[in-house]
């Protein structure tokens, strides 16, 4: 099992520019979750789907912050136009379901640096 | 809402020594789990340890052990005969009915 694969690994962008994270999570997995983590505000959900469908998108904090799921396989998160406040570490996560005891297992994370 | 806190911003330990970190958590449900993940510098987040909040034993797994006092909302992770390979931050997480939430974290040094 490969885990949780997120990409890019390291994101380097202007401000203004648009931003897209991908993930794909375990297979079988039917839950996916969206974090950002900084050092002010640690370890925030932004948004999380169950069987592709958004469930809780509360935590995305504006409009310019969007998450899809075409498939049980891919998961993208898009940031248009990006700030420099939006600079974090974006991680993704999968679960077998959003119940589930066993906690999330997470990827390795996107660091994004907004120039 | 349910909110998980961590008092201590950062700890330290002389390697092979133990140490203990707290968390404390707020919440009225009564079904719910507890989660202690492993944050090291190459960022992984690692699940240490988790414990069910309907089992009074508390969850070990080899050098990592848990104090569950569920009356008192505290779950505290202790970690026996550390390495320099266990620093790295730690946090605390809830889970109940719906998500994830996890504490500021506590960064751990181990001293050689």
């Known amino acids: 099992d490969a885990g949780v694969i997120q990409s890019p690994r390291h994101e380097v962008t202007e401000m203004g520019q648009e931003v897209t994270l991908r993930c794909k999570p375990i297979s079988g997995h039917n839950s996916l979750f969206w974090y950002r983590q900084t050092m002010m505000r640690g370890l925030e959900l932004l948004i999380y789907f169950n069987n592709n469908v958004p469930i809780d998108d509360s935590g995305m904090p504006e409009d310019r912050f969007s998450a899809k799921m075409p498939n049980a396989s891919f998961s993208t998160l898009k940031i248009q136009p990006s700030e420099p406040r939006d600079s974090a570490v974006y991680f993704c996560?999968?679960?077998?379901?959003?119940?589930?005891?066993?906690?999330?297992?997470f990827g390795s994370g996107t660091r994004l640096t907004v120039v | 809402a349910q909110t998980v806190t961590q008092s201590q911003p950062e700890m330290s330990v002389q390697e092979a020594e133990t140490v203990t970190l707290s968390c404390t958590y707020d919440t009225s449900e009564s079904d719910y789990y507890l989660f202690w993940y492993k944050q090291p510098p190459s960022r992984q987040m690692i699940l240490v340890i988790r414990?069910?909040?309907?089992?009074?034993q508390n969850a070990t797994e080899n050098r990592f052990s848990v104090n569950f006092q569920k009356a008192a909302k505290s779950f505290s992770l202790k970690i026996s005969d550390s390495q320099l390979g266990d620093a790295a931050m730690y946090f605390c997480?809830?889970?109940?009915?719906?998500?994830?939430?996890f504490g500021k974290g506590t960064k751990l040094t181990v001293n050689p």
């Open positions: 414990q069910e909040a309907y089992k009074q």
């Open positions: 997480a809830y889970r109940g009915s719906e998500k994830l939430v």
């Open positions: 996560a999968s679960s077998l379901s959003r119940y589930t005891n066993y906690g999330y297992t």
